[in-house]
């Protein structure tokens, strides 16, 4: 008997994704019910399959829900002579009230939360159009761009940024300023990151995800920009895929001119007199940059394919900038200084990309190959003339200074994933990194036809980085509980030499254990919360580490700390995302310890020159509280809202200076989207950040408001868009820095108001297709 009702018991199952077959939906929820009562309810793994065991014949429904998609219903019809039922793959549509920028069904921005990490969809973001990652970033939640182009998360610089998964060159400020926003499918914020990752970046990792060619047969698209300041940029992309080869590719030129101010007005005492400097800097900048990115997907069979690519990115940077300093004081003559530096940097960034992926007979066992070489190559020319206005005296003198980096770096790495049951699955892997920077400097003055070397000014050092690392992490499901534990060794050696004299300055070696917790339960259907921790390392940069300046400033210095140690950051996070009526919310609540953070301190030489280096401090203590929320009252109007509020105290010394400190502050963020008739679309955002302060020095609030609008042309297949960032030009810091003997007042404007006018044009849609993919995006 008992026999006879185990056979008559089905095993449902399927798999669910969003529209895109390969956005596969991990930890939504799938209900059976049978006349509106609930028969089982269970939860989809990270790949999006799903199990329902043990169903009697009957007629049913299955519900599918996941946050930031529109539910969906099927009729099911269980007749007892099947032993199993497989649905196959369940498409479920982006829902307008999910976290979107652009209220369009099947192209919005939306967040969706999974077991280590949110992932930020980029829809037709039409503030950063035609603009490039920077854009991109600072309108994701919990990542802030200012204005220099430094990214931060939470409030935090000390964050890694990666692009599909790994490491690169075009991270950096001016890299990623040559990223297109068109480019880009998603940004991944990983605030705890699991074991599967680096253990770099203390405050956790960005993850940028290009878009990849899944359409059959040809087809591409032209972005065409132009703006003031002077801002012409061509970009586009053209793809073909047909049987077992896809080949896809990416190209841009862009010639950008940027305007920017920075003042200083600092008092100083020295034998009791005061002594006054107003200082005023104008900058033109104007950068020209090529690039380009092909590659091809080859599907050998069903369960073997190849991926190589090749990114290569050229710019040119032409910098006009022009210093007045006025200095006045008790017991001084009243001067007036001026230089005038003229600089042309020429970059070559190169990126090799080679992936091998094997799937195998059993669903979710995966082994993935990845090879990386990311090589790049900076030369810079500064030129500066320096004369005295007041008095009147034939004093001109040109300095003349060459600065050249270069950077090899290849990384290779492998990764497995095998289900060990219907909801474990095991995965480890292996990364070695090799890396070598050089860098080097000349500085040489004329002075009335006799040209010197400019003392402390003529160096060069050589940096060696090797990291080996392994993981292993383990996850299984238990109904509505689903948990991911790891743990990553990395060992690392790093080895600094001075190239003038061959002498090692720094020859550091240690290996480190980093253990991640991921927890997630499912409260209801449409709420989850997740518990997460992780310990992270901040390993200082060349630049940081780097005891010798580069001459731009004759009043100031900044010097790297070639005994700076790395940090270590434990953290913490409690979050929820729930999917209400109309809205949706993502509260979180995070806590962080560091040792040896990073900390600047300013002092005055001397000669009156200030001189900034970076120091440890012995901890920092961080407590936050972090809201995202998204409104959708009516269908032509969205509004996003974010407020990330947190406390720190540190505790150091530098010397006899006591640096302990502790503050508060806060940013808030307003997004507005308003759909118009006529395929028009208005967008908003509106940022505010609130005072910050250190030991030394407080920074001032400030807001700044940027919009677009935009028109869809064409059947969907064209757009143009105006857009205006920092509107009222209000994106200013101001800051205060207090010594023993002087107080600095400085303003830095890096970008004014800008505008831009831009077309996009899309050509020949293709079907997608489901393709492999390496472990890592």
């Known amino acids: 008997m008992s026999s006879l009702s185990a056979q008559s018991l089905t095993q449902i199952s399927g798999t669910l994704s969003a529209e895109d077959p390969n956005e596969k939906l991990g930890y939504a929820s799938v209900v059976l019910k049978q006349e509106s009562l609930v028969v089982e309810t269970v939860i989809t793994n990270d790949k999006g399959d799903f199990n329902i065991e043990g169903i009697k014949a009957g007629k049913y429904t299955v519900e599918f829900q996941f946050i930031g998609f529109q539910s969906s219903i099927i009729p099911l019809i269980v007749e007892g002579t099947k032993p199993k039922i497989n649905l196959g793959i369940v498409h479920l549509k982006s829902d307008v009230t999910s976290l ?37 970033l600072d309108n994701v939640p919990s990542v802030r761009v200012d204005p220099s182009g430094a990214v931060s998360l939470r409030g935090n610089g000390n964050v890694l940024i990666l692009i599909n998964g790994r490491k690169s060159g075009l991270t950096s400020i001016q890299g990623l300023e040559q990223i297109p926003a068109e480019s880009i499918k998603s940004v991944e914020v990983i605030t705890n990151p699991s074991s599967r990752y680096d253990a770099a970046g203390s405050a956790g990792i960005i993850n940028i995800i290009l878009k990849k060619n899944t359409k059959e047969d040809l087809n591409g698209s032209m972005t065409l920009v132009g703006g003031v300041p002077f801002d012409s940029r061509v970009l586009g992309s053209i793809n073909y895929k047909k049987g077992k080869f896809n080949l896809f590719s990416n190209f841009g030129i862009r010639y950008t001119d940027y305007v920017g101010l920075n003042t200083r007005d600092q008092v100083t005492t020295s034998n009791g007199n005061d002594l006054f400097l107003d200082q005023r800097e104008d900058q033109k900048r104007h950068d020209d940059g090529r690039l380009v990115y092909v590659g091809l997907d080859y599907f050998i069979n069903d369960n073997n394919s190849i991926t190589t690519a090749f990114y290569r990115n050229g710019t040119k940077d032409l910098d006009k900038n022009t210093l007045n300093y006025k200095f006045s004081g008790e017991g001084i003559q009243n001067s007036h200084i ?14 090799l990309e080679f992936n091998y992926t094997k799937t195998f007979k059993k669903p979710e066992r995966k082994f993935t190959v990845d090879f990386q070489y990311d090589f790049w190559d900076s030369t810079k020319d500064f030129n500066i003339q320096r004369r005295t206005i007041v008095p009147d005296t034939p004093d001109l003198s040109i300095i003349n200074t060459r600065s050249h980096r270069s950077s090899d770096d290849i990384a290779l790495q492998s990764d497995y994933v095998t289900p060990l049951s219907k909801t474990a699955n095991f995965e ?69 030499k001075n190239q003038n004299t061959g002498n090692v300055l720094r020859d550091s070696t240690y290996t480190r254990l980093f253990p991640t917790v991921n927890l997630s339960y499912l409260l209801t259907e449409k709420t989850t919360a997740q518990l997460n921790y992780s310990q992270r390392i901040n390993r200082p940069n060349l630049d940081q580490l780097n005891p010798f300046p580069e001459l731009q400033d004759f009043n100031s210095r900044i010097f790297g700390n070639i005994n700076l140690l790395p940090s270590l950051t434990d953290g913490v996070e409690f979050s929820v995302l729930s999917k209400l009526k109309g809205i949706v919310i993502n509260p979180s609540i995070y ?17 009156g ?40 105290s540190q505790e150091g010394s530098v010397g006899t200076t006591n640096l302990d400190y502790s503050n508060e502050t806060w940013t808030g963020t307003l997004l507005t989207q308003i759909k118009f008739p006529q395929s028009f679309t208005f967008q908003s955002k509106f940022e505010y950040q609130a005072p910050l302060s250190d030991a030394q020095t407080k920074t001032k609030s400030y ?20 857009s205006v960032n920092n509107v009222f030009n209000t994106r200013k810091i101001r800051e205060t820095t207090v010594g023993n003997d002087f107080v600095v007042n400085q303003m830095t404007n890096f970008n004014a108001a800008r505008w831009n006018l831009n077309f996009n044009y899309k050509f020949n849609k293709g079907k997608n297709r489901k393709e492999h993919q390496s472990n890592r995006q």
Do not use: C
């Open 703 to 722: 807001y700044y408001l940027s919009m677009a609008l935009g028109k869809s042309l064409f059947k969907n297949n064209g757009a143009i868009t105006l």
């Open 609 to 648: 020159i200030f001189e900034t280096i970076l120091v440890n401090l012995d901890n920092e203590k961080r407590f936050g509280v972090e809201v995202s929320a998204q409104y959708a009252p009516v269908k032509w109007l969205s509004l996003s809202a974010e407020l990330n509020a947190y406390s720190f």
């Open 338 to 351: 001026q230089t005038i530096g003229d600089s042309e940097e020429n970059r070559s960034y190169n990126q």
């Open 428 to 496: 480890a892997g292996v990364k070695a990194e090799h890396r070598v920077v050089s860098t080097d400097i000349a500085a040489n003055e004329e002075n009335q036809g006799v040209v010197q070397p400019i003392e402390g000014f003529n160096n060069g050092l050589d940096y060696k980085e090797e990291i080996l690392a392994a993981y292993a992490q383990y996850g299984n499901k238990i109904k509505k509980f689903s948990y991911l534990l790891g743990l990553r060794t990395e060992y690392t050696n790093i080895e600094i």
């Open 591 to 607: 806590y962080s310890k560091t040792r040896n953070n990073f900390q600047y301190f300013t002092t005055q030489n001397d000669a």
């Open 100 to 136: 979107n920028e652009v209220v369009v069904t099947s192209e919005t921005s939306q967040v969706s939360l999974k077991l280590d990490k949110k992932v930020f969809d980029v829809g037709k973001d039409l503030i950063a159009k035609g603009g490039s990652a920077t854009q991109v």
